[in-house]
């Protein structure tokens, strides 16, 4: 055979040998998974992805402001937006009653008595805590840590949830949060769904994501735009599931960290402690305290009143 001929077969071995190759990789990548892949029981639950959508808003153009105080600038302001919904709470209707506060109108009590509570309260009478007036209580299921972002579940969640419910006391349930995206933000609720099923939970499933102070924290960097989209995230993921979602922040920071006119369709619960609220949007719960005191719980425990019935 020729020097030519020779060159000519080792060519042609050589692309045999590429094609040869180029199947391999192709068979590997693509249709191995597929060929070996099972079909999903189509009689599984399955929990739809959140649609996170986003919209324009605009601020009132009468003229109207929001303010408050800042410790470089004194009273500062901010427009209000248009379509956001406006607080409908009187705060003259605002009274102290057997040291809770409470929202009458004449001899009518308008509001209803809660606390939330975690594994820090420790052992709770939750008869005693029937008999002393409390109505509903929020009950945590778990934390996401805010340095290494693992994920813990409360270990008195179940025995509250239990005891509470039988002892006649409106359940609702927590999930503080420390998500810096969406995919977290779901694995979240979905923790809280699993934990919660079988449960007659009446009051909302709440969205506690809470800024860290004095300390760095995994969320430091989070966006607004991110934030909005972890609470939409949750919050759908939650009312598919056929529950009632909720957002609990501080006055401060749902003023300056969260997408107000995003969110606007989720019940807020508020925290801003002291004897009345100040807060210009609308808000179903205003957690008012976080000093009370309460029989069958020792120590302090958060107080909270309701605006809306959520137990009918």
Same mark, same amino acid.
């Given at each position: ?30 249709i191995?998974?597929? #060929? ?18 986003? =919209? ?13 105080h ?12 248009? !379509? ?8 003259s209707?605002?009274? *102290?009653?057997?040291?809770? *506060?409470?929202?009458?109108?004449? !001899? ?10 975690? =594994?820090?309260q ?7 805590v029937?008999d ?7 009950i945590?299921? %778990? ?23 039988? #002892? ?13 995206? *969406?995919?977290e ?11 919660? #099923? ?27 735009? *991110? ?8 919050? =759908? ?10 957002? /609990?922040q501080?006055?401060s ?5 969260l ?13 801003? /402690? ?11 719960i205003?957690?008012?305290?976080? !000093?009370?005191?309460?029989? %069958?719980?020792?120590?302090?425990v958060d ?10």
């Amino acid at each position: 055979m020729s020097r030519i001929g020779k060159f000519r077969l080792l060519a042609v071995l050589e692309a045999v040998i590429i094609l040869i190759l180029f199947i391999f990789i192709v068979w590997f990548c693509f249709i191995r998974d597929r #060929a070996g892949s099972v079909q999903a029981n189509a009689d599984a639950e399955v929990r739809v992805r959140p649609v996170i959508e986003k =919209e324009e808003t605009f601020y009132q153009m009468d003229g109207r402001k929001i303010l408050s105080h800042d410790g470089n600038y004194g009273e500062v302001f901010v427009p209000v937006f248009a !379509d956001v919904p406006a607080s409908q709470v009187d705060v003259s209707k605002l009274v *102290t009653r057997n040291g809770y *506060t409470v929202y009458k109108d004449g !001899d009518n009590v308008l509001s209803h008595t809660g606390i939330d509570i975690s =594994e820090h309260q420790g052992e709770i009478d939750w008869q005693q805590v029937k008999d002393a007036g409390i109505e509903f209580a929020f009950i945590r299921v %778990g934390f996401r840590t805010y340095g290494g972002g693992i994920i813990n579940l409360d270990e008195h969640c179940h025995k509250n949830i239990q005891e509470a419910t039988a #002892a006649g006391i409106k359940v609702g349930v927590y999930f503080y949060s420390q998500a810096v995206n *969406t995919d977290e933000a779901i694995e979240e609720a979905d923790i809280v769904l699993d934990s919660i #099923a079988g449960y007659d939970i009446s009051y909302p499933v709440v969205f506690d994501w809470e800024i860290v102070s004095d300390d760095n924290a995994r969320t430091d960097s989070v966006s607004v735009e *991110t934030l909005a989209d972890c609470c939409v995230a949750f919050c =759908e993921r939650i009312k598919a599931a056929g529950y009632t979602p909720m957002i /609990y922040q501080n006055k401060s920071t749902a003023m300056r960290k969260l997408d107000l006119p995003r969110l606007k369709d989720y019940d807020f619960w508020l925290a801003e /402690y002291g004897s009345e609220p100040s807060y210009y949007y609308d808000f179903k719960i205003w957690q008012y305290a976080s !000093d009370g005191n309460v029989p %069958g719980i020792n120590g302090r425990v958060d107080m909270n009143l309701c605006f809306t019935d959520y137990g009918e």
